[in-house]
Structures are given as C-alpha cells and as structure tokens.
C-alpha cells in the first residue's frame, strides 16, 4: 500500500504563495490519479484538485480555479499543489489522497499539512 505524506505548508499573508508537496513511497505511485482536498475548522472535507497520473489531466474546485495548480513528477514519485494569491477562506489543513482507478474512491490519505492565511 502506498503511504503519502504532504509538505509545504505555513503560514501567509493574503495574496501570497505556497507550494505543497505530497510524496509517495511504499511503492511506485501508479494509480489513476492523486488528489488534493482541505478541511478549514468546523466544515467537511472538500475536493480542491485532482491530476491523473499518466496523463496528467487536471481539474480544480471552482473556488480555485486560476489560482491553484496541480502536477506532478512521476520520477520522483511526487505531485505537487501550487497555490497562489491566497486567500482567508483557503485556510485549512490540506491532504492528498490516491484515486486507485476510474472509478474507485480516494484513500490512502496523508496526515495534512496546515495552510494558514491572514488578512
């Protein structure tokens, strides 16, 4: 079973950048796709973007879109979350999760890694 771990968090002002990270070791990442989703305090879980593997076909949560970018290193075994003008409401701890297949659901998840923004 693959384990992932993500990176990269911190601490920003709005309108500033951080880059995540999300490695995968355990096995060579092969599934479908990787996916990245936040959790801010209080709310449930929520889908922000998702690449496949292979191909590398993106797709972002509309409240990102322009903002965030998905890729990844398959060498490296590693995706990876750019994150520009940042805002308040971005704010959460965000995970990665592995798509097996199609169809399958996501797992795997990481632990998290905390983004905080301020105004």
């Known amino acids: 079973q693959v384990q992932l771990v993500e990176s990269g968090g911190g601490s920003v002002q709005a309108g500033g950048s951080l880059r995540l990270s999300c490695v995968a070791s355990?096995?060579?990442?092969?599934?479908?796709?990787m996916g990245w989703f936040r959790q801010a305090p209080g709310k449930e879980r929520e889908f922000v973007a998702r690449i496949t593997w292979r191909g590398g076909s993106t797709d972002y949560a509309d409240s990102v879109k322009g903002r965030f970018t998905n890729s990844r290193d398959r060498v490296a075994n590693t995706g990876y979350l750019q994150m520009n003008n940042l805002k308040p409401e971005d704010t959460a701890v965000y995970y990665c999760?592995?798509?097996?297949?199609?169809?399958?659901?996501?797992?795997?998840w990481g632990p998290g890694t905390q983004v905080t923004v301020s105004s």
């Open positions: 999760a592995e798509r097996l297949t199609r169809i399958s659901n996501f797992g795997s």
């Open positions: 355990g096995r060579t990442f092969s599934s479908y796709a």
